[in-house]
Nanobody, 125 residues
Framework: QVQLVESGGGLVQPGGSLRLSCAISGGTLDLHPIGWFRQAPGKEREGVSCMSNTDGWINYADSVKGRFTIFYDNATNTVSLQMNGLKPEDTAVYYC??????????????????WGQGTQVTVSS
């Protein structure tokens, strides 16, 4: 069974940076897409960035374009999210997720079956 474990969250000032990492274990054969999602209190979980680790496509939410970068390390089976220029609005629990069968090129939470436990990101001065 695929397992995902996030790390790297924390408290950062506006304009600062954080790098989230997600270790994937349990096998990655035919596993795609992979992505990062976030959920703030009282809000729906939303896709932040997702990608195909086999086909090369990458999508970003409009709110993070130009600030966040997703990347996958094949050697370590790790998906990371580099977050620059952080804003208070980015405060949320961030989750990594993956799927075996979802055929879309986007980041709907319902399209992903395997989820990590989440890591808190707080952007505040």
């Amino acid at each position: 069974q695929v397992q995902l474990v996030e790390s790297g969250g924390g408290l950062v000032q506006p304009g600062g940076s954080l790098r989230l990492s997600c270790a994937i274990s349990g096998g990655t054969l035919d596993l795609h897409p992979i992505g990062w999602f976030r959920q703030a209190p009282g809000k729906e979980r939303e896709g932040v960035s997702c990608m195909s680790n086999t086909d090369g496509w990458i999508n970003y939410a409009d709110s993070v374009k130009g600030r966040f970068t997703i990347f996958y390390d094949n050697a370590t089976n790790t998906v990371s999210l580099q977050m620059n220029g952080l804003k208070p609005e980015d405060t949320a629990v961030y989750y990594c997720a993956a799927d075996y069968a979802y055929s879309g090129n986007d980041c709907p939470p319902w399209g992903y079956d395997f989820w990590g436990q989440g890591t808190q990101v707080t952007v505040s001065s």
